[in-house]
């Protein structure tokens, strides 16, 4: 069992950039694959990004496709979601998720798919 936490949410500016982080209390995510969701008020929780167990393989929303990026550090110790080019429209407390995989490059893009959530990291963004 895993509990991942959050890291790197705050307030930016449009076109700016911020780099979220995921850990889960030092240990290892390497058996895990993970997930970004998002969810902005009075709006159901969203995918925003993908990554699989092995760190090879990543799937993101259209809507951030190009500007944002999620990577998993060599000891895959920590989940990261580099989010450039922000608009006002990216803001919302966004979520880790993980859960185990049985095949290392699978995604997963669904919030059921996963069973276990951190508590979530506030993104805000200004025009």
């Known amino acids: 069992q895993v509990q991942p936490v959050e890291s790197g949410g705050g307030l930016v500016q449009a076109g700016g950039s911020l780099r979220l982080s995921c850990t889960a209390s030092?240990?290892?995510?390497?058996?895990?694959?993970m997930a970004w969701f998002r969810q902005a008020p009075g709006r159901e929780r969203e995918f925003v990004a993908a990554?699989?167990?092995?760190?090879?393989?990543?799937n993101y929303a259209d809507s951030v496709k190009g500007r944002f990026t999620s990577s998993k550090d060599n000891a895959k110790t920590t989940v990261y979601l580099q989010m450039n080019s922000l608009k006002p429209e990216d803001t919302a407390v966004y979520y880790c998720?993980?859960?185990?995989?049985?095949?290392?490059?699978?995604?997963?893009?669904?919030?059921?798919?996963?069973?276990?959530w951190g508590q979530g990291t506030q993104v805000t963004v200004s025009s």
């Open positions: 998720a993980a859960r185990t995989s049985t095949y290392s490059g699978s995604v997963y893009l669904a919030t059921y798919e996963y069973d276990y």
């Open positions: 030092g240990r290892t995510l390497r058996n895990y694959a």
């Open positions: 990554i699989s167990l092995s760190g090879s393989r990543t």
